[in-house]
């Protein structure tokens, strides 16, 4: 599934929430928040990579 425009909005301006929406509360989730807790950039680009690397599911 390709992201939306609202999911990359999140990710880039709140990593964890993007994470979250994406998928859900698990263990990206926290490493996104431990990130953004440690500097926003680099819980924006683990959010931006985990969300425009997920394969899609729709083609399984």
């Not at 964890?16 to 859900?24: A, D, K, Q, V």
């Not at 509360?25 to 969300?51: E, K, N, Q």
Request: glycine content about 12%; hydrophobic content about 50%.
């Amino acid at each position: 599934m390709t992201p939306t425009a609202g999911r990359i909005a999140a990710a880039a301006l709140l990593p964890p929430f993007g994470i979250y929406l994406e998928e859900g509360a698990g263990r990206p989730f926290h490493i996104a928040c431990g990130l953004t807790m440690l500097g926003f950039v680099p819980g924006a680009a683990y959010a931006l990579w985990r969300l425009f690397r997920r394969p899609s599911r729709a083609a399984a």
